[in-house]
């Protein structure tokens, strides 16, 4: 399985929608943010991990699950770098390919150097939204595949209909 590490503030500085309600509420940005990471996640299967900077605050590291997606608080004095590199040994092997996403070039040589992956925060979102978009293009798919009858019925009838069809009561 692949793992994506996201450097959050980042994406959020980065991403010009992110970017815009930042500016207004700090914690819809971050809500926003994981909500794409969880339809990404659960478009692509992989495991999803979205770092914060704690930097600032007192306290120890924290760990939350919202939908498939990890998100991670990093503890006191230390930053998402860190934790990402912290992260990227402990995952990396074999079997799994490490990604990180984040456009800080310091950080981007030092995952490198670990044997990750790096995706920058413009090639995460162009991922983001063609993902959005392949789901757009299914879902008419799908829609265009229903049963469509000349008259309008309402669905319970429909049913009864398909039943009788296949010879049930």
Known sequence: MDVLLVDGYNMIGDWDDLKKIRDIDLEQARNLLIEKMAEY??????????VFDAYEVRGTETKQQNHKVEIIYTKEQETADECIERLVKELKNVKTKVYVATSDYTEQRTIFAQGAYRKSARELYIEVQNIQKEIEGELKSYKSRQISTKI??????LEIFEQWRRGRK
């Open 41 to 50: 996640q659960a478009y692509r299967n992989d495991r999803v991990i979205v």
């Open 152 to 157: 309008p019925l309402k669905q319970e009838v």
